[in-house]
């Protein structure tokens, strides 16, 4: 053994199977029996093992009081002849210098994982940083949206109430204009055209047989009258002003049976007192008056139902007939004979903030709905 090996050796012990110390540098526990360490286990199965700073078993509380820093090695020890294991050598070394370069590889290690700790919280907190100024900008500027499309949408609700006030002036302003020109044409026209006709009929009264002349011109008088009454009776409206809504359907579902044989069923539900405009009672007069025309037109056989629903916030009100149906894109043409057809009527709704919806298919009738949202509504 060189003499730097043997400064750095402490002591040894030489164990045989089964934990018995053959022989050691303490003579005081040769052929004394441990419990097996799992390093000397290990030995015992062909490994060189070690540990360092672990002196808590009771053989080695000599080495233990020394108070220093010993590295504990075991290493097999096999028959030359066969390669048996018959012993295994235990050594304890002084290990000053390994305890200090395991403390500074301690500290180096505790340095790098808090100096990677502190970069990565660095990091992470700029990315946060970064982040939460990105959110607090993004969410400034969707307020500044939000806004200005709260402040649109008043804007646009409010130039809607005009748009739909404007309509229904608009509207009544018309419906008023047609009302005296139908009045006109009946007081005036009709009456003079009467006249005549009476005239004409007195002045070949002593006669045993009319002129054909004056028969043809008899004839042609009674046919514009025809017309001209016809032509007074579509543009007059009834006077609904001071009409409840069920009155303002009774009446129009009347002055339709006055010149149609076709004669609806009619239901009324909620609360029918309902106040409306004058402009919301024209369009429920008109609507029906052309819905029941049409139904008395394309399906006179079939059964005709009219519903009209009263709500807190809207007025429905439903025709439906039983008759042939139709395309409802043939319906987005004007009439040619003074209606107003399904497209006249459509706009008619819509200006005033209502909705109109059609629907029929060949051979399978025709429902035919106008939803008013009256601005003021109240009940009695």
Known sequence: MTQPLRDRIVSFKFWKQGGVIAHASDPTIIGRRFDPTDDLSRAWSGEISGSFEDLDHAESAAEAALGIPLLEVYSPIRELWSGDIIAVAEFYEKAEQLEVDMAR???????????????????????????????RRQGRLLER???????????????????????ERYATQTDRFLKK?????????????????????????????????????QQSLQKSLAEIRALSRGLSAPDIDNLALIDVVKRAIEDH?????????????????????????????????????????????????????????????HVNDEGPG????????????????????????ESIGGRFEVRSSPGKGTSVT???????MSTS
């Open 145 to 167: 949206r939000l806004k200005e499309s709260e402040q649109m949408a008043e804007q646009n609700a409010r130039l809607r109430s005009r748009v739909v006030e404007a309509s």
């Open 257 to 317: 049976s006055e010149h149609s044989p076709l004669r609806p069923h009619v239901s009324l539900q909620g609360s029918q007192t309902i106040e409306l405009s004058v402009s919301d009672k024209l369009c429920v007069f008109r609507f029906l008056q052309e819905t029941l025309s049409n139904a008395a037109r394309y399906a006179p056989n079939s059964r005709c139902t009219v519903i009209c629903e009263a709500h807190n916030d809207r007025v429905v009100i």
């Open 326 to 349: 139709f395309d409802p894109s043939d319906g987005k043409v004007l009439r040619d004979d003074g209606g107003q057809g399904l497209l006249g009527l459509r706009d008619r709704v």
């Open 181 to 217: 020109l139908g009045s006109e044409l009946h007081d005036g026209p009709a009456q003079y055209l009467s006249l005549a006709a009476l005239r004409l009929e007195a002045a070949f009264s002593d006669r045993p047989e009319k002129p054909a002349e004056a028969e043809e011109i």
């Open 105 to 135: 590889a301690r500290r180096t290690s505790w340095l790098v994982v808090g100096s990677a700790f502190a970069a990565s919280t660095i990091v992470l907190f700029s990315i946060v940083a970064i982040g939460d100024n990105t959110i």
């Open 370 to 376: 106008m939803t008013l949202f009256p601005r003021k």
